[in-house]
């Protein structure tokens, strides 16, 4: 079965500064990889998604993803916070199957203080 | 904006009771999801309609059912409802299956007294 891990309850970082949310995953076979943004007393926002080809894929707001398939992880990025980034983020997988039952992590909280 | 509407935003029932909650999904979206998100289990994917057919099941209680119907809106019933059921309800659609990101409506917050 799949999953998602995302090791860090919280992360806070300075405006300004880079900032890394973690996301390791466990699927058999080859996976599909979703970052998701939730802000308080709102649905899931779509990022930025991982299915093949470029290791590094870019999204919206700023973000970028880096998929390690030797690490199983798919890291979270952006060069610059915004104290505007603040919000919940879940990182989401799905195996290669064709139907999309997405296996959702715990959620990060990214705390961007100015 | 996703497109993706839910009604009702907020829901505040009695334990025993019966609910149904709905969605409209993405002009032109044939797939509907369904998931529940709860502090203490966090984002569970429930069910998946694809044109009105029943794709792919999760954790899905048996006191709970949904459809998809024909103009491809979706209801999720929630019966026999618990305080455990209290939750936020998710309705997310895509185009398609597999690769397509999914887009998730603002949810249903449901209380259970």
């Known amino acids: 079965a799949q999953s998602v891990a995302q090791p860090e309850d919280q992360v806070n970082v300075a405006e300004g500064n880079p900032l890394t949310v973690k996301c390791t995953y466990s699927?058999?076979?080859?996976?599909?990889l979703f970052w998701y943004v939730q802000y308080p007393n709102r649905g899931l926002q779509f990022l930025l998604k991982?299915?093949?080809?470029?290791?590094l894929v870019k999204g919206s707001y700023g973000f970028e993803a880096e998929f390690n398939k030797s690490q199983t992880s798919f890291h979270l990025k952006k060069p610059s916070a915004l104290v505007s980034d603040s919000a919940l983020y879940f990182c989401a997988v799905s195996p290669n199957t064709g139907f999309q039952k997405l296996v959702f992590g715990t959620g990060t909280r990214l705390l961007v203080s100015p | 904006d996703s497109g993706v509407t839910q009604t009702p935003k907020h829901l505040i029932t009695a334990t025993g009771q019966r609910v149904t909650l709905r969605c409209s999904p993405r002009?032109?979206?044939?797939?509907v999801y369904w998931y529940q998100q709860s502090l203490d289990q966090g984002l569970q994917f429930l069910i998946q309609y694809y044109n009105g057919e029943e794709r792919a099941k999760g954790n899905i209680l048996e006191r709970f059912s949904a459809q998809q119907f024909p103009d491809l809106h979706s209801e999720l019933n929630l019966s026999s409802l618990e305080l455990g059921d209290s939750a936020l309800y998710f309705c997310?659609?895509?185009?398609?299956?597999?690769?397509?990101?999914?887009?998730f409506g603002q949810g249903t917050r449901l209380t259970v007294v």
């Open positions: 002009s032109g979206d044939l797939s």
């Open positions: 997310a659609s895509s185009v398609a299956q597999g690769n397509t990101e999914a887009f």
């Open positions: 991982y299915i093949t080809g470029d290791n």
């Open positions: 699927v058999s076979g080859n996976p599909y």
